[in-house]
């Protein structure tokens, strides 16, 4: 029966081990694939104003649009957002009209 629990304890070290060590190459490995293919928005894949721009410009287009049809305040300087967004919801409250 000892000889039993050697082999529990020894298999629980051993995964530990195993975890520790792949944790980096997993964490790692998952943020280049959605930075190469585009899981931050960084393809031109997506269609508004016309053109094909990232997600990220086309989700501040249509925002800004939004806000100039419902006359709302201006948001395109809000720094919690990418450059992308900032410059699409120009494009978008332009697009509306509003100045």
């Known amino acids: ?6 082999y529990v ?3 629980i070290v051993a995964g530990i081990v195993v975890a520790i060590a792949l944790a980096p190459t997993v964490l790692m490995t998952n943020s280049v694939l959605a930075t190469m293919l585009g899981g931050s928005g960084g ?3 997506q269609r508004c104003n016309g053109e094909n721009h990232t997600i990220n410009y086309c989700s ?19 720094k919690h957002h990418t450059s992308a967004w900032r410059t699409g919801y120009k494009a978008g409250w332009k697009q509306m009209g509003c100045r």
Request: with cysteine; proline share 0%; net charge positive.
């Open 1 to 6: 029966m000892t000889k039993y629990w050697v």
């Open 9 to 11: 304890n020894a298999s």
């Open 43 to 45: 393809n031109k894949d």
């Open 60 to 78: 501040g287009y249509y925002r800004g649009k939004g806000d100039c049809e419902d006359g709302n305040k201006y948001k395109g300087k809000d």
